[in-house]
């Protein structure tokens, strides 16, 4: 198990940037493969983007594919949320989750009920 915590939110304007971070408690590469979801009051966590484990292999959600990008940083520990031209509709608190092992179908990057591990999550608010 590896404890994740997230940084990186805040209040922004539309438009705007602003990029996530995730530390893990250990080094997560060649052994997790992560991902970043985000939830609204009410909804159902809602799936963003993931990576495989060498960092080769991303996924990304149809609503973000394009503004966001994810990677792993150079600190094998580290993994990033870069999020471009944000909108009002991107407010969330915003989650990092890992799994121990590659993504054995396609379809395992996409569901939250794949990763065995989340950070307390980052509120993200974009004004208008």
């Known amino acids: 198990q590896v404890r994740l915590v997230e940084s990186g939110g805040g209040l922004v304007q539309a438009g705007d940037s602003l990029r996530l971070s995730c530390a893990a408690s250990e080094r997560t590469s060649s052994r997790y493969s992560m991902g970043w979801f985000r939830q609204t009051p009410g909804k159902e966590r809602e799936f963003l983007a993931a990576?495989?484990?060498?960092?080769?292999?991303?996924y990304y959600a149809d609503s973000v594919e394009g503004r966001f990008s994810i990677y792993r940083g150079a600190a094998k520990n580290t993994m990033y949320l870069q999020m471009n031209t944000l909108k009002p509709e991107d407010s969330a608190v915003y989650y990092c989750?890992?799994?121990?092992?590659?993504?054995?179908?396609?379809?395992?990057?996409?569901?939250?009920?794949?990763?065995?591990?989340w950070g307390q999550g980052t509120q993200v608010t974009v004004s208008s």
């Open positions: 989750a890992a799994r121990e092992g590659i993504f054995l179908i396609r379809s395992q990057a996409y569901s939250r009920d794949s990763y065995t591990d």
């Open positions: 990576i495989s484990w060498n960092g080769e292999i991303t």
